[in-house]
């Protein structure tokens, strides 16, 4: 970063913040108070001390929508206090994160106080094996969830509350290879989600009681290899489209003489394997 580029408080775009350890501390952007719209904070693992992520004071960035924050791997030590003092001002409307290497996130990620927060973005995050509950966020409509590896179980928690995820309309799950199963979903979680995908879960076993989500419109499943039979209450009748790739599930839902064909003979379009 340019040396005291602190000093332009009036400075509204900085799209990529890069720390370092003499230029680019974090502190520099402690009056920059008027930045706006999006910024990425990049090589997070140079942060020297916990001090000067606090000073970077980044609940004061009231114009801030879109905020990235990005380490180099997951091996950088100081990771969990470094994001717990990175909160956001609660204007926030789309967060990322990269490749974090924390254990557990900080409240403040699932704080309902973020009332205006659309879409999250998590990848990487490779020891994390406890997923925050993000369902308590009021507008949150979009979720991506890639690459953590310890993950095992999604439960009850990720939602936060009796009626989760409310304004939720898309879910990604990719690459989480130690994934068992996904429980806990009850007729009032997740009203309005019309996209859910999952993919490269090779031990998943099980998906919670789909036919509970009236507003799903595409299920997409790829790439988990243990995945053995559709949820026995079958899908909702609200789905237009079902695809399924590289699972024991295609054979099930094979059209001529699949187990589950009659849970999703009533969708619209069915991609089963290299079959349309």
């Known amino acids: 970063m340019p040396f005291g580029i602190g000093k332009l408080i009036g400075l509204q775009t900085i799209r990529e913040f890069i720390v370092g350890p003499e230029r680019g501390q974090l502190m520099e952007l402690k009056d920059m ?8 904070i990049k090589q997070l693992k140079k942060v020297n001390n916990i001090e000067e992520v606090v000073e970077a004071k980044l609940a004061d960035k009231e114009y801030l929508n879109i905020l990235e924050l990005q380490w180099t791997s997951t091996a950088d030590g100081n990771s969990d206090n470094v994001l717990q003092e990175l909160k956001p001002c609660g204007n926030l409307k789309e967060l990322t994160l990269r490749r974090y290497g924390g254990r557990m996130f900080p409240t403040w ?3 309902p106080s973020f009332s205006k927060l659309t879409s999250i973005c998590l990848y990487d995050c490779e020891k994390c094996g406890l997923l925050p509950p ?5 507008k949150l409509k979009f979720l991506k969830i890639v690459g953590m590896f310890e ?10 509350c009796d009626a989760g995820f409310q304004s939720l309309e898309t879910l990604e799950i ?9 429980v806990g979903l009850c007729n009032k979680d997740m009203e309005s989600l019309c996209k859910l995908i999952s993919i490269e879960c090779p031990q998943m076993v099980m998906l919670p009681s789909l036919h509970y989500l009236r507003s799903l419109k595409k299920l997409e499943i790829e790439s988990c290899t243990k995945l053995p039979f559709m949820p026995d209450e079958g899908l909702t009748s609200s789905i237009k489209t079902l695809i399924i790739t590289e699972c024991p599930l295609e054979d099930r839902c094979r059209r001529n003489g699949g187990q589950d064909w009659e849970k999703i003979k009533h969708i619209p379009y069915i991609e089963i ?4």
């Open 134 to 138: 993000l369902g308590k966020l009021p």
């Open 151 to 160: 993950l095992t179980v999604i439960g009850e928690t990720f939602l936060g």
């Open 174 to 182: 990719c690459e989480m290879p130690k994934l068992e199963c996904w």
């Open 273 to 276: 394997g290299d079959i349309y």
């Open 33 to 40: 108070n008027s930045i706006r719209g999006s910024l990425y």
């Open 109 to 111: 990620v699932s704080d």
